[in-house]
């Protein structure tokens, strides 16, 4: 059996012969949302965790891709003109391959807003007056602070978080407590397995409510690693640069967070379906004063799902039609594309399982992240660098390919109610979704037992880590990389 590197290197020369897609999450997936970077999703996350004897569904969304940490001023905020939504479905409102517009509407839908406000307008220092200490004191000029509102099915609106606020940006010396011995002059705090070990400024922008939710929302390390440059530069052998090359190391994300107990979802004997939107309002009217007037409907402008849905299956031709159109039309507009995906072609795929594969369309479509909450907590991602907490026991970045697995009590999944421990159940931070999914393009998981091309020391593009430990604890992603030292 040729191995995965094999595989690609011997397709390169019919790769180089095809229009080029993008086939990996670049973060620059689609040419519209490119020009609005505070609206252009990222990456989602959706697992089960377990804190405090309460089961949760953590969810992630992260925005505004290639924060360059050393920019000033750092300006890398969220949109306060950007309505963030994590949509939640459960049971009859659950989108599926035989039902994609379920008559029921999200069993829950989270809205995240945000308002921007400055201490001192008359100065060019904007975001940093001095050292910040304490979150939001006298040295932190740019604040922004957040309500999260929860819609039910029945379209009743509660309020679970007002005034939230969003720790500084990771600068440096302004912001010295992100940083290892509280030096802005040092790289980025790694990854604690305790809340106890999280830096200052992230300990206090944790908040929790009566009803056991939990929300963070702030700079983040962006938590996706993967060889893209040579993906661009043609390179699928992934030796052009010497050495692996994660193209996502060093830059930040802004990422909001969010507990969800189970038991707000119906309980745990459920399959949940998890996407975000990011929405803004149909008028803007520009005015010389700079004070623009927004109106009308909120008018989603972008959307993710599954990591590499949009980046690595769909052509430019629909990509920015995709992030317009309702989850609802995925099945009539977007399905052809998983079960006959281009990629395939590329990867030199047999010509059997270039088609009809209806197992990738299980995995893609509708467009959302399955996460069957019956399971035990997911294994957890630490990080190998020095001083960042291990991974849990049985982590493994290739998920059920590396033989990383949950059992279900709903499911009976790969038989026995075996499910993988990562995506595409879930996606927690580590996974290596560029490894899992082209493993996945190249087997056959239709088959039973399923074809699986490759073992658990696949390594596709020679990235097989983050850039820095993932925290073990809420809210999970990795310290902001420090703009002195990344």
């Known amino acids: 059996m ?23 999450s670049s973060h620059m997936d689609a040419p519209l949302v490119t020009l609005d970077p505070a609206a252009n999703t990222t990456d989602v996350y959706a697992f089960v ?11 992630a969304l992260a925005v505004y891709p290639h924060e360059e940490p050393g920019i000033g001023p750092n300006k890398y905020n969220f949109d306060d003109n950007v309505l963030y939504r994590i949509r939640v479905a459960t049971g009859t409102s659950l989108p599926t391959a035989a039902i994609p517009k379920p008559k029921t509407p999200p069993t829950q839908t989270y809205e995240f807003s945000f308002k921007t406000a400055y201490k001192n307008r008359n ?22 602070s957040y309500t999260v509102k929860k819609i039910g099915s029945d379209n009743k609106s509660t309020v679970l978080f007002t005034n939230a606020l969003v720790p500084p940006n990771n600068q440096g010396l302004t912001t010295p407590k992100y940083n290892q011995d ?36 702030g700079q983040r390390d962006d938590g996706f690693y993967a060889d893209v440059q040579s993906i661009f530069d043609l390179d699928f052998s992934f030796t052009g640069g010497g050495k692996p090359f994660d193209s996502q190391g060093g830059y930040n994300v802004h990422t909001i967070v969010l507990n969800i107990p189970v038991s707000e979802l119906g309980g745990d004997q459920r399959v949940a379906g998890v ?50 159109s309702p989850i609802g039309e995925d099945v009539e507009r977007y399905k052809q594309y998983a079960t006959a995906p281009e990629l395939a072609t590329i990867l ?21 992240i399955k996460v069957d909450l019956s399971t035990g907590p997911a294994k957890l991602a630490g990080g190998s660098n020095v001083g960042a907490a291990a991974n849990d026991a049985g982590f493994h970045r ?14 009976p999944g790969f038989g026995g109610g075996t499910l993988a421990g990562g995506w595409p159940n879930g996606r927690r931070f580590g996974d290596d979704v560029v490894d899992i999914a082209v493993i996945a393009i190249l087997s056959d998981l239709r088959t039973s037992p399923p074809m699986i091309f490759g073992d658990s020391t ?8 983050n850039d820095i430990g993932y925290n073990k604890v809420f809210p999970y992603a990795a310290t902001p990389q420090n703009g002195r030292n990344h």
Not at 183 to 196: L, M, N, Q, R
Not at 299 to 324: H, M, S, T
């Open 2 to 24: 040729k191995s995965i590197t094999q595989t690609w290197a011997a397709s390169f020369a019919l790769t180089a012969l095809l229009p080029l897609s993008t086939m990996a």
């Open 398 to 411: 290739l998920g059920i390919f590396g033989g990383d697995t949950l059992t279900s009590a709903i499911q």
């Open 49 to 59: 965790s377990m804190q405090n004897s309460i089961k949760y569904l953590t969810v």
């Open 123 to 144: 100065t060019i220092a904007q975001s940093y007056l001095g050292v910040i200490n304490t979150v939001n004191d006298a040295a932190q000029n740019l604040t922004q």
């Open 348 to 368: 030199g795929v047999a010509p059997d399982r270039r088609v009809n594969r209806s197992d990738l369309a299980g995995i893609f479509i509708p467009d959302l």
């Open 275 to 324: 996407w975000a939107e990011t929405s803004r309002q149909a008028t803007t009217v520009l005015k010389n004063t700079a004070l623009d007037t927004r109106s009308g409907l909120w008018i989603q402008v972008g959307r993710q799902g599954n990591p590499l849905f949009c980046e690595a299956l769909l052509p430019g031709l629909v990509k920015d039609a995709y992030n317009r």
């Open 182 to 217: 509280n030096d802005g002059e040092k790289a980025a705090k790694e990854g604690v397995a305790d809340a106890a070990g999280l830096d200052a400024y992230t300990a206090a922008s944790i908040y929790t409510n009566t009803a056991g939710y939990q929300v963070f929302a």
């Open 458 to 465: 696949a390594n596709v593009d020679g990235v097989q880590s």
